[in-house]
């Protein structure tokens, strides 16, 4: 949907004119794809090396961005997409029905092995990574102050938490999302605002991104900081005086999830690399990167269980109802704004 | 035509206005492209709901109290920015350029610290600093929270400073000598030349700061973003809208909202330089500031103290990139110079590539749309004015999503330089046209048109006087507005995250998504890698300079 208002015409003839100062030249493409991803930069660095060994006659070209910066330049560029594939994007954000309407249905190989619930009932996308939520707690901080350690959501309400909380904002992060959507599936709405409303109370700052709580919380600029897993094992093997808590009610989480563009000009080696996404050799990556792995056969590494991951993540997971969670997402994130943001 | 005498016969005169009606056909063309047509297409969106085309976003953004209260809480932020802004940064300029005393070269370089290295990096000092487990707080046991206003007003305050000391530094570096001397032989006070004499001599100088300050505020994303806390900001707001929300039409009505500001730093500024006169003429004599001890002094004193703040935050972004652990494990440490993205250090080299090409294209662009905004009299006069300084109302957000919509279209001609440098570049020039525009037409005002006028006596052509004449005078302010580009170009990161792409990944952005990651110390290490090579390359550049025997030039106006 791109509204003009100059007719087309005028708009080139000025373009054209423009062009006299600066020249320049489309680039060719040919046996190569390009990726739109959101997966962190060191994981994605990992994934790649993997990838480029498994098919070294795909030039696979990455682009990295944040899920909301990568939506905003997926639904811009709509009308002349870039890219061939779609990979480690929130799933949420994948059944917005402007992004679905640019994908292709392709049953990639071996896509058995991914429950039917981390896929598309039509094949036009499949996760084979998540993300959890947990708590970030500072033990200096705790210990300074002479503070019990939280276990559960709960726990955060009480009084001597005030001014010590920080969470993501929904209204930016898909982090703070799932946080608010999983607590108002678990508790039910009313009960859930209800508590949205309590939390609110106890909290010092909602921040922009997802990571950042957590980060917030290690530097010991805050005492807790509700965040994801990864980040929190990641800042305790960097060294940083942290607790990851998960939730004992059940943790909201995220699926990555990859998809085919219809746009796509090479879809022979877009395909390639989809397949090559659920091999073994691709799993055992993620593996060592991602709290949740969506194919059947997963081992927790050790130290992820080190950190406080259980060997069997799904019973620490909560349920989540992620079309549930896409469909409710402007009303929910209105409705918060709308409460918590003055 | 040597028989028509020393006035220029009328082929000539047809050709300087050929000369002139080109120049200022070509600057406003491309800024048609390359800021309206951009522009155009996302606001477009603003009238875009779910009932087709109307004003009801608008109406649904003025009847939600949360969204006033941003209103309010951006200006707010932005009046108090500014004033704070122009008044010690006038102090700082007027010490460096009206006084003897010692120090100038390095003062000159710590206040301008803040432009070479992204936004971000105040926060970030700031946030080492003043956090809750920042230096201070930790060192003195004191609980300062600074998120939320103060920490905006502080960040902004740093990261403009140098933008208005440039343009004031500029404005008070000329100045006639025989003014001064009147007024003290009239027996003035030295307060009373201030206010008759340089006071008003700044006036457009301070009206371009005024301006330039209020809108780098008001379009500024990377400071309240880290360190605002629960104060709202339109910038962030738009971010919210476009990112968060992938809401364009919300984002769209921000983006309209934040160019009235521009429209009235037009009229405002129109009004000032009605009154506005050439301070240096040909009878004047440059200035010479006496010693004056106490005076100088008093000055230095301020200006340290000034410069001490400056430095405290970048160099605290510095020792964090060498750390082990901050704020934990203090001991030294180079790993957070091994970079563990996709591409490492690729994305530096990169950004030096851009930068060089958007220097050298800005160079041409900016100065020749200065020139002939100057030359012009008349009807094309005040749009090409209004055109050349619109983009620093635009937040880098807009104008990046807006050149998607405009220029991914393989029938746009445009398009064939989408995916190369040169989008990114020209971005870049457009995005910051203004101020490199107002630094370009600040100190052509100031030279008398006498000169000029002179030259077209004697029988030259509009262009031999440009040549001769006009660029010989204003050489080091063009070199300086390229050197403004490459600096820009090296940092800036809201506009050009909708253009990079596998090939050409930068700098700054890699330094917004280690900070975002929170690789806080790798984020700081690469911040210190940009600010090196923009230094680096600074010194480059003097350094030929010298050799080839020009002194005395700054390069960074």
Not at chain 1, 323 to 338: G, H, L, M, S
Not at chain 2, 327 to 355: C, K, M
Not at chain 2, 444 to 456: D, G, L, N, V, Y
Request: proline fraction near 5%.
């Amino acid at each position: 949907m791109t509204v003009s208002v100059l007719p087309r015409g005028l708009r080139g003839a000025l373009a054209v004119a423009a062009l006299a100062l600066f020249a320049g030249s489309a680039p060719a493409q040919a046996g190569k794809i390009t990726v739109y991803t959101s997966y962190e930069e060191d994981e994605l660095a990992a994934f790649l090396d993997k990838a480029k060994k498994d098919l070294p006659d795909i030039e696979v070209d990455v682009l990295r961005l944040s899920t909301g910066d990568l939506r905003a330049r997926m639904l811009a560029e709509a009308s002349n997409p870039k890219h061939d594939v779609i990979w480690g994007w929130a799933a949420t954000s994948m059944v917005d029905p402007r992004i679905l309407g640019m994908l292709e249905p392709y049953e990639a190989k071996g896509l058995d092995k991914v429950p039917a619930r981390f896929r598309d009932a039509q094949n036009r996308w499949f996760a084979t990574t998540g993300y959890m939520g947990a708590f970030c707690v500072n033990n200096e901080i705790m210990k300074a102050e002479n503070l019990p350690m939280p276990a559960t959501w709960q726990d955060l309400l009480k009084p001597e938490y005030k001014g010590r909380l920080v969470m993501p904002n929904p209204a930016s992060s898909g982090t703070g999302y799932l946080h608010v959507a999983s607590i108002l599936q678990m508790m039910g709405e009313d009960k859930g605002w209800a508590f949205l409303d309590a939390l609110d109370k106890n909290m010092a700052q909602y921040i922009k991104s997802g990571s950042k709580p957590c980060n917030v919380a290690s530097a010991g600029e805050y005492a807790i900081g509700i965040s994801f897993a990864l980040r929190a094992i990641k800042n305790i093997e960097e060294g940083y005086p942290i607790t990851m808590v998960v939730p004992s009610e059940g943790a909201g989480h995220e699926l990555e999830a990859a998809a085919l563009m219809k746009s796509s000009q090479n879809k022979a080696d877009a395909r390639r690399f989809l397949d090559w996404i659920l091999t073994r050799a691709a799993a055992d990556e993620y593996n060592n990167w991602k709290s949740i792995v969506t194919m059947s056969d997963r081992v927790m590494p050790e130290r992820f269980m080190k950190a406080g991951l259980p060997a069997d993540i799904s019973t620490v997971l909560f349920d989540v109802d992620y079309a549930w969670a896409a469909e409710n997402r402007d009303r929910i994130v209105a409705e918060w704004q709308k409460r918590y943001e003055k | 035509m040597s028989l028509a005498g020393p006035r220029p016969g009328r082929a000539a005169l047809d050709a300087d206005r050929l000369l002139l009606a080109g120049l200022a056909g070509g600057a406003t063309l491309l800024l048609v492209v390359f800021v309206v047509l951009p522009l155009w297409g996302i606001l477009g969106y603003s009238l875009v709901t779910p009932d087709g085309l109307g004003l009801g976003n608008y109406a649904r953004y003025f009847g939600d109290p949360r969204f006033v209260g941003i209103i309010g809480n951006t200006f707010t932020v932005a009046l108090s920015v500014t004033a704070a802004t122009i008044l010690l940064a006038y102090g700082f300029a007027y010490a460096l350029q009206r006084t003897t005393m010692r120090l100038k070269p390095l003062l000159r370089l710590v206040a301008l610290l803040p432009i070479f290295s992204p936004s971000l990096v105040q926060a970030l000092g700031l946030q080492f600093l003043l956090g809750r487990n920042g230096l201070i707080n930790r060192s003195f046991g004191t609980e300062i929270d600074v998120y939320g206003f103060w920490g905006i007003f502080l960040a902004d305050l740093l990261y403009a400073f140098p933008h208005a000391f440039l343009i004031l530094s500029t404005a008070l570096a000329v100045g006639a000598q025989r003014l001064y001397e009147s007024a003290e032989t009239l027996g003035a006070s030295s307060w009373r030349s201030f206010r008759t004499v340089t006071l008003p001599a700044t006036r457009y100088g301070i009206a371009s700061a005024v301006f330039v300050v209020f809108t780098i505020v008001i379009t500024d994303f990377g400071n309240p973003v880290v360190i605002g806390g629960n104060y709202g900001v339109l910038a962030v707001e738009i971010y919210n809208q476009v990112s968060g929300q992938a809401n364009f039409s919300m984002g769209a009505v921000i983006g309209v909202l934040l160019l009235l500001p521009a429209a009235l730093a037009v009229l405002a500024e129109r009004w000032i330089a009605r009154h506005q006169h050439a301070s240096v003429s040909a009878q004047s004599v440059p200035l010479k500031p006496r010693p004056n001890r106490r005076r100088d002094a008093l000055w230095l004193a301020y200006c340290l103290l000034v410069a001490a703040a400056l430095l405290a935050v970048v160099a605290i972004v510095v020792y964090a990139s060498f750390v082990r652990l901050w704020p934990y494990n203090l001991s030294l440490s180079l790993r957070h110079y091994a970079f563990d993205v996709q591409n490492g250090i690729a994305p530096l080299w990169t950004s030096v590539e851009v930068a060089l090409v958007t220097a050298a294209i800005a160079v041409v662009v900016v100065t020749l749309a200065a020139y002939a905004n100057h030359q012009l009299s008349g009807g094309l006069k005040r749009p090409l004015y209004f055109l050349a300084i619109l983009p620093a109302a635009v937040p880098g957000m807009v104008l990046g999503l807006g050149y998607i919509l405009a220029f991914n279209d393989p029938a746009n001609p445009v398009y064939a330089i989408y995916d190369t440098i040169l989008i990114i570049a020209a971005c870049n020039i457009y995005h910051y046209h203004a101020q490199g525009f107002l630094l370009a037409t600040t100190n052509m005002k100031q030279i008398s048109r006498t000169f000029e006028e002179a030259s077209a006596t004697l029988g030259a052509s509009r262009l031999t006087t440009l040549l001769r004449v006009t660029l010989p005078m204003i050489w080091p302010t063009v070199l300086g507005v390229g050197v403004f580009f490459f600096m820009r170009a090296m940092v800036t990161l809201s506009a050009v995250i909708f253009l990079i792409t596998p090939s050409t990944q930068l700098a700054a952005v890699s330094v917004l998504y280690l900070d975002d990651r929170g690789a806080l110390n790798q984020a700081a290490a690469f911040a210190v890698c940009i600010m090196a090579t923009v230094i680096g390359v600074l010194l480059l550049t003097q350094g030929a300079l010298r050799l080839a025997g020009i002194r005395g030039v700054s390069l960074i106006r």
